[in-house]
């Protein structure tokens, strides 16, 4: 796992910029080509790392830190805890609940990284869909 506090000022122009010349990127690409300051050889990225590197400059960009997760990495109860930004006590809820998957090992707990986005997604998408309804709850109440 691989954690990054806040970018500096300079850092978010550079994610901005770099995030600009990856969005011209054309799709179905078979490699994109880069070339990194103070050599001479470009490096080849492959189309699978093209989508998650434009997650992490347009966060980076937004001044927002990033954590890199592999999707099979297994988590602790604090760590998944602190990715989806709820107390321990909860997320044990959510798993006892059957709403995040997990094993055990002995008698830790452990989430796979995957079950856990699967959740967020989840969450994500049920807030979208209670947000698209607001509007229509106002006007049945006469409150727009």
Do not use: W
């Amino acid at each position: 796992m691989s954690a990054r506090a806040n970018p500096s000022g300079g850092e978010l122009e550079q994610a901005e910029q770099a995030l600009e010349a990856l969005r011209a990127v054309a799709p179905g690409a078979d490699t994109v080509d880069i070339t990194i300051a103070g050599t001479a050889e470009p490096v080849h990225l492959p189309p699978a790392a093209l989508e998650p590197l434009r997650e992490v400059l347009a966060n980076l960009a937004a001044g927002r830190g990033v954590t890199v997760i592999p999707a099979n990495a297994e988590l602790t109860t604090q760590q998944a805890a602190e990715l989806l930004g709820v107390s321990r006590p909860h997320l044990i809820k959510l798993l006892h609940e059957g709403r995040i998957r997990y094993r055990l090992v002995g008698r830790h707990r452990r989430i796979l990284a995957a079950s856990l986005l699967e959740y967020r997604r989840t969450q994500q998408g049920e807030a979208r869909r209670t947000a698209d309804h607001l509007p229509g709850l106002s006007e049945g109440f006469g409150l727009s």
